[in-house]
């Protein structure tokens, strides 16, 4: 139900903005939020946007990495700069409606996920 795209490879230094879009349903209401997985490596939070358009990033993405909605389009964005190796994943997008504000950076507190789009950054 939720598809996530715009990966692709980028040399050290560039950005790619990834999308998500819902299928059969909108955001309203969902907090949306970004992860991702390194090979051999724990899937990690990113970044996520709450009900009321709040943003909140691991710390280590701030400044780098923006989180934006766009509700005619239906769909959440992550902007991504200066993108390193390190940064090279597969990034998934993830959406639930209850999920509470201490719990959104746990990935198994949201309930629809997207496949996954792969961002590899070489240097």
């Known amino acids: 139900q939720l598809q996530a795209s715009g990966g692709g490879l980028v040399q050290a230094g560039g950005s790619l903005r990834l999308s998500c879009t819902a299928s059969g349903r909108t955001f309203s209401g969902y907090v949306v939020g970004w992860f991702r997985q390194a090979p051999g490596k724990e899937r990690e939070f990113v970044a996520a946007?709450?009900?009321?358009?709040?943003?909140y990033y691991a710390d280590s993405k701030k400044g780098r990495f923006t989180i934006s909605r766009d509700n005619a389009q239906n769909t959440v964005y992550l902007r991504m700069n200066s993108l390193k190796p390190e940064d090279t994943a597969v990034y998934y997008c993830a959406a639930d409606r209850s999920i509470i504000l201490s719990s959104i950076s746990s990935s198994r507190h949201y309930d629809y996920w997207g496949q996954g789009t792969l961002v590899t950054v070489s240097s």
């Open positions: 946007m709450w009900r009321s358009g709040a943003t």
